[in-house]
């Protein structure tokens, strides 16, 4: 993983198109008060889009483009141009074009449901995407600077779970929880699942709150080496029904915690940073990637390695597994989606291809009918499985990405979008046939 002050995301930011307007939108502090965030959620409620003003002409992220002296097409043709893909191996991006896969771009597996601005995500580590998670078709949690929240689409409310700007201590006592908490954590990951909410922090920290209990249940710090960021969290069940999650971390180290128990169970480590790691449904196998252009699959039981994965160029931030348990996939900073059978590690099945960046976020839609990747930003691209991942619609936006989700049920798509001027959330809603009821009228 790069060093954090190497490359910022800010630099693409929208506000650089057109200096002094909508400026009350501009330059809003991470320290901004409840007050300063409550006015700015009204602002921008205003300036959120609908379906039906998106039929009707207007853009989706209400940008107005026959107010600026450029046009979008010019300008979508400059970002293309101009954004700088960070690299650890110099042209990754270039060379894995060579062997990515065509496909038949123009799809509408989700339709654009509504862009709301008063729903601020942001981004504190460039590499790190996974900001923005779904617990239902209305019910998103992201992070907005030091504050996690909850947001609706249903009632366009957002309630805040869990402030670290301040002291955060667990209210629980448990053996292995530090009971002393934290203080000004940055957040530099996040999972929501299974009523847990899991927070992972730029120095080893990891923040667990139950959302159904008051307080916080457990803090830990993973490591206190130099080099400690929590790069991503896996919550899951186990094949006892026993809830647990995996970390990720800079130093090496995958580790699996018990929430039942509330204790570190099993700490493997590897050759390079682990950037991510994701478990099987059955709970059998582990994809590892992180600072390497080669992949792992691992036994979750002891770590031990299966498989290597080879073909990417670049390092790797992302990975995710199909609900079949055979099928899984990773993107790499080379620009690529690498879609792997288990039963066939020789080489990948398909090479997805990114627009302008890394592949920072995969997921799967839970009956595995579809996958989405998102690039670090302007571009989220959802494959049709069933096609072979030949059919695929493309998400054309404005703006650094800090996470996507699918809602369980596979009828919602969350785009959490990071820029100073037009931050939002985009929400897309699953494209249903219902010709088959015409014969019953």
């Not at 929208?14 to 400026?23: F, G, I, S, T």
């Not at 409840?34 to 409620?45: A, C």
């Not at 957002?158 to 402030?163: D, G, Q, S, V, W």
């Not at 390079?272 to 994701?278: A, E, Q």
Request: proline share 2%.
């Amino acid at each position: 993983m790069a060093d954090f002050d190497e490359y910022m995301a800010d630099e693409y930011d929208m506000d650089d198109l057109e200096d002094d307007m909508n400026a009350e939108f501009d330059g809003r502090d991470i320290d901004a008060s409840d007050s300063e965030v409550e006015d700015f959620d009204q602002l921008n409620k205003a300036a959120d889009t609908s379906a039906a003003q998106a039929r009707n002409g207007k853009d989706i992220q209400g940008i107005p483009w026959d107010r600026l002296n450029i046009t979008r097409k010019e300008y979508r043709k400059t970002r293309l141009e101009q954004y700088k893909n960070y690299e650890n191996i110099p042209n990754s991006g270039e060379e894995s074009a060579k062997k990515c896969m065509n496909t038949e771009k123009g799809s509408s597996f989700y339709e654009f449901r509504r862009n709301s601005r008063s729903v601020r995500s942001t981004i504190l580590h460039f590499q790190l995407r996974n900001l923005v998670w779904a617990t239902s078709k209305h019910d998103v949690y992201l992070l907005s600077n030091y504050s996690i929240s909850h947001w609706s689409s249903l009632t366009g409310c957002r309630n805040e779970i869990l402030n670290v700007k301040g002291h955060v201590a667990p209210s629980e006592k448990h053996p292995e929880s530090l009971l002393e908490g934290f203080t000004e954590t940055q957040v530099s990951t996040l999972a929501v699942k299974e009523r847990l909410l899991v927070a992972g922090g730029f120095q080893g920290e990891i923040i667990c709150k139950h959302l159904d209990r008051p307080g916080v249940s457990f803090c830990s710090r993973t490591t206190y080496t130099e080099n400690a960021i929590t790069n991503a969290v896996d919550i899951y069940r186990n094949s006892s029904g026993a809830l647990h999650f995996m970390a990720s971390n800079n130093d090496c180290g995958v580790r699996d915690f018990d929430m039942e128990r509330y204790q570190l169970v099993q700490l493997v480590r590897y050759l390079w940073p682990v950037n991510h790691s994701s478990l099987s449904p059955d709970g059998k196998l582990v994809a590892v990637v992180g600072d390497d252009p080669d992949g792992l699959l691992v036994d979750a039981s002891n770590g031990r390695t299966i498989g290597t994965l080879k073909g990417h160029l670049d390092y790797s931030f992302a990975s995710a597994w199909h609900p079949n348990g055979v099928t899984f996939a990773t993107g790499n900073q080379d620009k690529t989606c690498r879609i792997w059978d288990t039963r066939k590690l020789s080489e990948s099945v398909a090479v997805l291809k990114g627009n302008l960046g890394a592949v920072r976020s995969i997921r799967f839609t839970s009956d595995g009918r579809y996958v989405a990747m998102a690039e670090p930003a302007d571009f989220v691209h959802i494959y049709d499985i069933k096609a072979g991942y030949k059919k695929e619609q493309e998400i054309d936006f404005f703006g650094e990405i800090s996470g996507i989700s699918f809602s369980p049920d596979t009828e919602s798509l969350f785009i959490g979008v990071w820029d100073r001027t037009y931050g939002s959330l985009l929400e897309y809603g699953r494209t249903r046939d219902y010709t088959y009821l015409d014969s019953l009228l």
